[in-house]
């Protein structure tokens, strides 16, 4: 597979990598023009606590990743000297922008559109690997279901996209991932704070960037605690914070994740475990080179890169098992569980 893999990228990488390349004043308009996406992965009061938007600090940020003149964006911008230091020293104080003899980097994650779309292709030889591997777990789950009496409560189809995504390759498994392939037990601290950041182009604001499947956690009402699922979560949490009877049909027909169900998801999880690790590690000197191709090793830390990435990857996973129906894709990109 490390031979198919060099394969793909040394064909991806024949154009050359254009993130330092002069961009044209199209590109700077493109910039301001363009939607974007903010995204944390973090644990408690682990956040920025500034705002990353006011200013059109993020638009600095992707300004400089996509190789623009500080002086360019300041002109287009309209900051004055006076506004281009302290937003710059804000940053930097911040831990988003380092200064050295590489000049004003970022060190967050960003991707324009054509880098995400990008991230996928140089993904694929992981998300077939892992899609794979899956599928040959798929019958020592669905005996694990039955053996534990799970099976007469709870329907592994209709549960197959949380299964096989967020609990074997997302929400169950990356704190585990970070901790054993990355060898990092704390995210980047940041000002006091330890989390990782993104700001991803947004070009179909009807599902998150790049389609990319997340998980998240919010109370729902003073008892219960929803967590979604999936690709479409923007316009659910806006429905959510204006309609509370939208609220209370997601509740009716929401998972219960029982303590006994959510155990048996650590399980398997942690039975799939030495399978994914094998397959990242087998594909590190590939992902280093993806890395470094990439431009990103120019910008933020390998830590900070592959785990966004990781991100891409088991999205195409999961479409790839959905394409060949080993699992069902909700019709609005979500999956629902309380507790």
């Given at each position: 597979m490390k031979t198919k893999s060099f394969l793909l990228l040394s064909i991806l990488f024949a154009g050359g990598c254009g993130t330092n390349q002069k961009v044209s004043q199209d590109s700077l308009d493109k910039i301001f023009t363009s939607h974007y996406r903010h995204s944390i992965i973090s644990k408690g009061d682990n956040l920025p606590d500034f705002d990353r938007k006011k200013d059109s600090l993020d638009l600095f940020l992707i300004a400089l990743q996509q190789g623009i003149e500080p002086k360019e964006f300041q002109k287009k911008a309209g900051w004055s000297d006076g506004m281009m230091k302290e937003k710059t020293q804000l940053l930097i104080d911040k831990g988003w922008l380092i200064n050295d003899d590489k000049g004003l980097r970022p060190t967050i994650f960003i991707a324009s559109d054509k880098q995400g779309n990008e991230l996928f292709e140089?993904?694929?030889?992981?998300?077939?690997?892992?899609?794979?591997?899956?599928?040959?777990?798929?019958?020592?789950?669905?005996?694990?279901?039955?053996?534990?009496?799970?099976?007469?409560?709870?329907?592994?189809?209709?549960?197959?996209?949380?299964?096989?995504?967020?609990?074997?390759?997302?929400?169950?498994?990356?704190?585990?991932?970070?901790?054993?392939?990355?060898?990092?037990?704390?995210?980047?601290?940041?000002?006091?704070?330890?989390?990782?950041?993104?700001?991803?182009?947004?070009?179909?604001?009807?599902?998150?960037?790049?389609?990319?499947?997340?998980?998240?956690?919010?109370?729902?009402?003073?008892?219960?605690?929803?967590?979604?699922?999936?690709?479409?979560?923007?316009?659910?949490?806006?429905?959510?914070?204006n309609d509370r009877t939208f609220g209370d049909s997601i509740l009716n027909v929401a998972l219960k994740l029982t303590p006994e169900l959510n155990n048996f998801f650590y399980e398997i999880a942690k039975d799939y475990k030495p399978e994914l690790l094998k397959i990242l590690e087998g594909q590190t000197d590939y992902s280093h080179k993806v890395y470094e191709k990439s431009g990103y090793s120019d910008q933020i830390a390998y830590e900070e890169f592959f785990i966004w990435w990781y991100h891409f990857i088991y999205t195409s996973a999961t479409n790839i098992l959905a394409e060949r129906n080993y699992l069902t894709i909700p019709l609005e990109g979500n999956f629902y569980y309380k507790q």
């Open positions: 140089y993904g694929e030889p992981l998300a077939n690997d892992i899609a794979q591997s899956i599928e040959k777990e798929i019958p020592s789950i669905r005996e694990k279901l039955r053996s534990t009496g799970l099976s007469e409560r709870y329907d592994f189809d209709s549960m197959s996209f949380l299964v096989l995504s967020d609990v074997l390759l997302d929400n169950w498994q990356i704190m585990e991932m970070e901790a054993t392939y990355l060898k990092k037990e704390n995210r980047p601290e940041r000002h006091g704070k330890f989390y990782y950041a993104s700001i991803m182009e947004h070009a179909n604001t009807d599902f998150e960037p790049f389609g990319i499947y997340g998980n998240q956690v919010g109370r729902i009402n003073d008892s219960t605690y929803l967590s979604i699922y999936g690709k479409n979560r923007i316009i659910v949490n806006e429905r959510l914070r």
